[in-house]
Antibody, heavy 115, light 112 residues
């Protein structure tokens, strides 16, 4: 069955970096784009952007053009979200989701940024 | 960016009651390819969102047919015909016609 399995929770200090993974299984990884979505505590869903899994080209929403990097390891059917120079406001759960229909979602990674 | 306005923000329902959620877009969501990329998602407490309806009115596989979607251009509606306990959570509309994709603020469905 189709699954997106994300890495575990993260506790970081401001200024540090982290890299979240999203491993896909049950389908051909390069057939579908991968989306990234942020959900701050108690808040709604915020679209971060997507990565073309065939070309590796990322597209970022305006709020995520600095400090955020989408990447792939196609041989491992895995997409990554890297966040550099972490800030308190990056505290959130980060989801990956498949394709432009968002038909499958990862379980989410809870990121806490605190000094 | 496209703004999606969902109403009401909170909905109280009894089991078996039929309810509707509105989603209005600041721009037409009709794509040049003829499709309208308006989806509905449900996020149950503590869970990831799940796709219920795609392209306005298409029921995602495995989703009960008490859920239905309708609308066009800028006005869309999600209807639940006979709320069940498992339907409680936050409903989001989202659009994937115009970049960047955007989500509505959500409608929380709770038991009355």
């Amino acid at each position: 069955q189709i699954q997106l399995v994300q890495s575990g929770p993260e506790l970081k200090k401001p200024g540090e970096s982290l890299k979240i993974s999203c491993k896909a299984s049950g389908y051909t990884f390069t057939d579908y784009a991968m989306q990234w979505v942020k959900q701050a505590p108690g808040k709604g869903l915020q679209y971060m952007g997507w990565i073309n899994t065939q070309t590796g080209k990322p597209t970022y929403a305006d709020d995520f053009k600095e400090r955020f990097v989408f990447s792939l390891e196609t041989s491992a059917s895995t997409a990554y979200l890297q966040i550099n120079n972490l800030k308190n406001e990056d505290t959130a759960t980060y989801f990956c989701a498949r394709a432009h229909y968002f038909d499958y979602w990862g379980q989410g990674v809870m990121v806490t940024v605190s000094s | 960016d496209v703004v999606l306005t969902q109403t009401p923000p909170t909905l109280s329902a009894t089991i078996g009651q039929s309810v509707s959620i509105s989603c209005r877009s600041s721009q037409s969501l009709l794509d040049s390819d003829g499709d309208t990329y308006l989806n509905w998602l449900l996020q149950r407490p503590g869970q990831s969102p799940q796709l219920l309806i795609y392209s306005v009115s298409n029921l995602e596989s495995g989703v009960p047919n008490r859920f239905s979607g309708s609308g066009s251009e800028t006005d869309f509606t999600l209807k639940i015909s006979g709320v069940e306990a498992e339907d409680l959570g936050v409903y989001y509309c989202m659009q994937a016609t115009h970049a960047p994709y955007t989500f509505g603020a959500g409608t929380k469905l709770e038991l009355k």
